[in-house]
């Protein structure tokens, strides 16, 4: 008679068989809770569901008719009648689109790859269509409402709401259509250009790779900072060490009394913030409904990112999250061109980038220390800030230096002729 074993010790034996043999690498991830809490909404979606994660909740199904719609033009399009040969790339990619999701997908096999077909179709068909004019169908409510197309980008630039970007290739190469401008990432650009945070945005159109791309939150983040990445790739690195804590530079309004001056730069790279001589140089950048969602998400991208890897956007986001203390310091920048309020009122803007500053990790190599020690260097000088005390408060207009020249002038005259007057009374020695 065999023994009855312990049923703690069957629970972990399964649990132990469930898991990978070897460390698995995701790329997905959940949002922590100490990242989530300050506005758990900037991390849900609104109408779609994309991968796992957000799969089968009641408020997004409406949207699971559509993703069925979108297929099914599809095969029309290419007059098939079935969808066999994607059910089968998904089914070979299964098990190594389930390795990029962290945690434990309780998802059936069936259910998951249907799941990524339909969410990759829909995918590479919506930025077909917004590519496209003539591929939209008349009654399609995505291109009917704008609202419903800002939603369904905000949804698609979640980190939650991501399948594994090679899936998404997968399928847009068994898909091509014979014009040449149907590239993915042509499509994917022209489909995030009304998003971008920066208003210069030429110069982040550069040559890149979908290669090793993430997902498709991923592939963005490696559009808006690849060229960056290229730029700063000879940077030193500059790791403080612990006696050398970074001391956060102070408030636009305070620079800018202690004579440091603020102009949009229009050459560099959006993330690119120097200072020189007493001036700081901000490429200009867009603050509207979105922003907050959108940085957000890409910090928490960042947030999973290993130590030695730079986490421009989370560094960029705290950088301004010093500079904005205030209603002030918004109407500060948006004077000199480098901000652009899409929001309406000031403080509103404030308030946004003083929950963006809360609980976030910059790079290990912080990007902007530089910057930082010279802006500290400059606003603790005395003389720096006694000079600008004098042009503020005594030189704030033309008339003043007009009246302090007059002035500067009668002194030397009056001194002339004190002069000329003692010197009339000394009278020569004679021998």
């Given amino acids: 008679m065999s023994e009855t074993r312990d049923e703690v010790s069957v629970r972990i034996d399964?649990?132990?068989?469930?898991?990978?043999?070897?460390?698995?690498?995701?790329s997905i991830f959940r949002v922590s809770d100490d990242i989530r809490y300050t506005n758990e909404k900037l991390y849900d979606p609104k109408v779609?569901?994309?991968?796992?994660?957000?799969?089968?909740?009641?408020?997004?199904?409406?949207?699971?008719?559509?993703?069925?719609?979108?297929?099914?033009?599809?095969?029309?399009?290419?007059?098939?009648?079935?969808?066999?040969?994607?059910?089968?790339?998904?089914?070979?990619?299964e098990e190594k689109a389930r390795k990029c999701y962290a945690g434990l997908v309780e998802i059936s096999p069936d259910d998951f790859v249907q799941m990524l077909l339909l969410d990759g179709c829909f995918i590479i068909e919506l930025i077909r269509k917004y590519g496209f004019d003539e591929m939209r169908e008349s009654d399609d409510i995505i291109f009917q409402y704008e609202q419903v197309l800002s939603q369904l980008r905000h949804d698609l630039m979640l980190v939650e709401n991501q399948v594994p970007f090679f899936v998404v290739d997968q399928l847009f190469s068994m898909t091509r259509m014979g014009n040449p401008d149907d590239h993915i990432l042509y499509l994917i650009q022209l489909f995030i250009g009304d998003i971008s945070l920066w208003t210069e945005a030429s110069e982040m159109t550069g040559k890149i790779s979908a290669k090793n791309a993430d997902h498709l939150l991923g592939l963005v983040y490696r559009i808006w900072c690849s060229s960056f990445a290229k730029i700063t790739a000879n940077k030193p690195v500059r790791v403080?060490?612990?006696?050398?804590?970074?001391?956060?530079?102070?408030?636009?309004?305070?620079?800018q009394e202690a004579g440091i001056k603020f102009e949009r730069d229009t050459k560099?790279?959006?993330?690119?913030?120097?200072?020189?001589?007493?001036?700081?140089?901000?490429?200009?950048?867009?603050?509207?409904?979105?922003?907050?969602?959108?940085?957000?998400?890409?910090?928490?991208?960042?947030?999973?990112?290993?130590?030695?890897?730079?986490?421009?956007?989370?560094?960029?986001?705290?950088?301004?999250?010093?500079?904005?203390?205030?209603?002030?310091?918004?109407?500060?920048?948006?004077?000199?061109?480098?901000?652009?309020?899409?929001?309406?009122?000031?403080?509103?803007?404030?308030?946004?980038?003083?929950?963006l500053g809360r609980n976030i990790i910059i790079s290990y190599d912080f990007y902007y220390v530089d910057v930082y020690e010279k802006v500290n260097g400059h606003y603790g000088c005395r003389w720096n800030r006694w000079m600008a005390n004098l042009r503020r408060n005594y030189f704030n207009s033309p008339w003043a230096y007009i009246s302090f020249f007059a002035a500067l002038l009668l002194l030397f005259f009056t001194l002339i002729q004190t002069v000329f007057t003692v010197l009339s009374y000394v009278k020569p020695k004679t021998k």
């Fill in 14 to 26: 399964n649990i132990l068989l469930a898991l990978p043999s070897s460390r698995c690498n995701p």
């Fill in 48 to 93: 779609i569901s994309i991968g796992p994660f957000h799969h089968g909740k009641d408020h997004l199904q409406n949207m699971e008719q559509h993703k069925l719609r979108y297929l099914k033009l599809l095969l029309k399009r290419r007059n098939e009648s079935s969808v066999d040969k994607y059910v089968t790339a998904m089914r070979s990619l």
């Fill in 240 to 255: 403080l060490e612990e006696e050398q804590k970074m001391v956060a530079i102070n408030s636009t309004t305070e620079l």
């Fill in 268 to 355: 560099s790279h959006c993330l690119d913030i120097k200072f020189s001589k007493g001036v700081m140089k901000i490429p200009s950048f867009n603050v509207s409904d979105e922003t907050e969602s959108i940085l957000r998400n890409i910090i928490a991208y960042e947030h999973f990112f290993i130590d030695n890897q730079p986490k421009y956007v989370t560094d960029y986001a705290f950088f301004l999250h010093c500079l904005i203390n205030s209603s002030k310091d918004v109407e500060i920048l948006r004077r000199h061109g480098i901000l652009t309020n899409l929001l309406g009122y000031d403080e509103m803007v404030y308030h946004m980038f003083n929950r």
